[in-house]
């Protein structure tokens, strides 16, 4: 496919490290092979490629960082107004220096809207990729709700397009926000040449681990109560005697860690349950080489797990709850399995009724791995993208979506 832009300015006002790290590489990289020029402002050293790869959600990327996001919520917010300052003295000083910019691709933030004035005066293209919306419940509820949606209202309908990871995430903005520009549904997504491994990178993974002979439920990500690892811990802990068959591999770590971490010790279960803590990201391919199926007990009900695209990526087969954007992108007993959202002992139920059956486990596996293989690979995000702007620059409808099973 002929390429039709030549660079692109991705704009993020996050700390571009843990999932949004991965998330920015994987679109900058993609684009990249396919020829475009990729530049990336973000917030003062927050440059995804240089700030912290590791897997930790609660560690900031530059102490400055900590300490405003202790802020009480009116302050911090304040703040993130204010930036739009920054934001705009730093975009208007790279617009008059790039007369060959195609478009911006900014990962939308609340409270930004100098960033799509700019474009808009300018007469540059603007994409926003939504990930976080005044629409959705947050883990700090918002102070200034109704100026965010005003914001938020006015940025959605200024901007020349939108992308957004689930078509329930669009949908609810577009009845909060009607009018709002055309937009396309793209999951997240994993490539695959990042997560292929040999035989013998599995066996060393899991005798690194002490888990040979054993079936590995794995887990991969943050240890906060919105992904409620630790709950499941607690509710399978006690059917793990019965399961001797069954470890589970833990990776990542959050808040819930050094509670979940005392339990385990407690309960005497750390040959069973097995927690890595923080790894970078360039260890994860190697841990997910040790597991035979993976776990995901909770998620954002309008989110996109990038997990869930990278167990799936090694042939891993997940079991997840049932939210809509995992039904966009799972098949029930074909790429995977769900349960009831919100119902852990169900999640439990699954893991141990699928531990047991090694031939559904291969099969599920590889099927898994061969749909991120043909639709969700960061390429096929990309590709996407750049037909979208193509149909921007036309005035063609773009309100599609990418469900494919």
Same mark, same amino acid.
């Given at each position: 496919?002929?390429?039709?832009?030549?660079?692109?300015?991705?704009?993020?006002?996050?700390?571009?490290?843990?999932?949004?790290?991965?998330?920015?590489?994987?679109?900058?990289?993609?684009?990249?092979?396919?020829?475009?020029?990729?530049?990336?402002?973000?917030?003062?050293?927050?440059?995804?490629?240089?700030?912290?790869?590791?897997?930790?959600?609660?560690?900031?990327?530059?102490?400055?960082?900590? =300490?405003?996001?202790?802020?009480?919520?009116?302050?911090?917010?304040?703040?993130?107004?204010?930036?739009?300052?920054?934001?705009?003295?730093?975009?208007?000083?790279?617009?008059?220096?790039?007369?060959?910019?195609?478009?911006?691709?900014?990962?939308?933030?609340?409270?930004?809207?100098?960033?799509?004035?700019?474009?808009?005066?300018?007469?540059?293209?603007?994409?926003?990729?939504?990930?976080?919306?005044?629409?959705?419940?947050?883990?700090?509820?918002?102070?200034?709700?109704?100026?965010?949606?005003?914001?938020?209202?006015?940025?959605?309908?200024?901007?020349?397009?939108? =992308?957004?990871?689930?078509?329930?995430?669009?949908?609810?903005?577009?009845?909060?926000?009607?009018?709002?520009?055309?937009?396309?549904?793209?999951?997240?997504?994993?490539?695959?040449?990042?997560?292929?491994?040999?035989?013998?990178?599995?066996?060393?993974?899991?005798?690194?681990?002490?888990?040979?002979?054993?079936?590995?439920?794995?887990?991969?990500?943050?240890?906060?109560?919105?992904?409620?690892?630790?709950?499941?811990?607690?509710?399978?802990?006690?059917?793990?005697?019965?399961?001797?068959?069954?470890?589970?591999?833990?990776?990542?770590?959050?808040?819930?860690?050094?509670?979940?971490?005392?339990?385990?010790?407690?309960?005497?279960?750390?040959?069973?349950?097995?927690?890595?803590?923080?790894?970078?990201?360039?260890?994860?391919?190697?841990?997910?080489?040790?597991?035979?199926?993976?776990?995901?007990?909770?998620?954002?009900?309008?989110?996109?797990?990038?997990?869930?695209?990278?167990?799936?990526?090694?042939?891993?087969?997940?079991?997840?709850?049932?939210?809509?954007?995992?039904?966009?992108?799972?098949?029930?007993?074909?790429?995977?399995?769900?349960?009831?959202?919100?119902?852990?002992?169900?999640?439990?139920?699954? =893991?141990?009724?699928?531990?047991?059956?090694?031939?559904?486990?291969?099969?599920?596996?590889?099927?898994?791995?061969?749909?991120?293989?043909?639709?969700?690979?960061?390429?096929?995000?990309?590709?996407?993208?750049?037909?979208?702007?193509?149909?921007?620059?036309?005035?063609?409808?773009?309100?599609?979506?990418?469900?494919?099973?």
């Amino acid at each position: 496919m002929e390429t039709p832009v030549k660079r692109v300015l991705y704009h993020h006002r996050t700390q571009g490290k843990a999932v949004e790290g991965v998330h920015i590489r994987g679109v900058t990289d993609a684009l990249r092979a396919e020829g475009v020029t990729v530049d990336i402002i973000s917030v003062p050293g927050a440059d995804p490629y240089s700030s912290p790869k590791a897997m930790s959600p609660t560690r900031q990327a530059r102490p400055w960082m900590g =300490v405003i996001n202790k802020l009480p919520e009116p302050l911090f917010e304040l703040v993130e107004v204010l930036y739009n300052l920054v934001a705009g003295w730093r975009l208007l000083a790279y617009l008059r220096q790039h007369r060959d910019l195609a478009f911006i691709y900014e990962r939308y933030s609340l409270f930004m809207f100098l960033p799509t004035w700019l474009a808009r005066m300018r007469g540059m293209p603007m994409i926003l990729e939504v990930n976080d919306s005044a629409t959705v419940e947050r883990v700090r509820p918002l102070f200034f709700k109704r100026l965010a949606m005003a914001i938020e209202r006015w940025t959605f309908r200024n901007a020349d397009g939108l =992308v957004f990871v689930s078509g329930v995430f669009r949908d609810r903005a577009l009845a909060a926000h009607p009018g709002m520009a055309p937009a396309i549904v793209t999951p997240n997504a994993a490539n695959i040449d990042k997560f292929t491994f040999t035989q013998a990178q599995r066996d060393d993974a899991r005798r690194r681990y002490g888990l040979e002979g054993h079936v590995v439920c794995g887990y991969l990500g943050a240890f906060v109560p919105w992904h409620a690892i630790d709950r499941f811990v607690y509710q399978i802990a006690d059917r793990l005697q019965q399961e001797p068959h069954l470890k589970l591999l833990l990776v990542g770590d959050g808040s819930t860690y050094p509670a979940l971490h005392a339990f385990v010790e407690d309960r005497g279960l750390s040959e069973r349950v097995v927690l890595t803590g923080r790894v970078s990201h360039d260890e994860v391919p190697g841990l997910l080489a040790a597991m035979d199926m993976a776990v995901l007990p909770s998620a954002g009900d309008y989110t996109s797990p990038v997990k869930l695209f990278e167990f799936m990526a090694c042939g891993v087969p997940p079991v997840a709850p049932d939210f809509e954007p995992i039904r966009e992108v799972l098949d029930e007993g074909r790429t995977g399995w769900m349960f009831p959202a919100g119902d852990m002992e169900a999640a439990v139920a699954s =893991v141990l009724k699928y531990s047991r059956d090694a031939e559904s486990l291969q099969r599920i596996g590889a099927n898994a791995r061969a749909y991120i293989t043909q639709h969700r690979q960061w390429r096929n995000n990309i590709l996407q993208l750049i037909d979208f702007h193509r149909a921007i620059g036309r005035g063609t409808s773009a309100q599609t979506d990418t469900r494919t099973a």
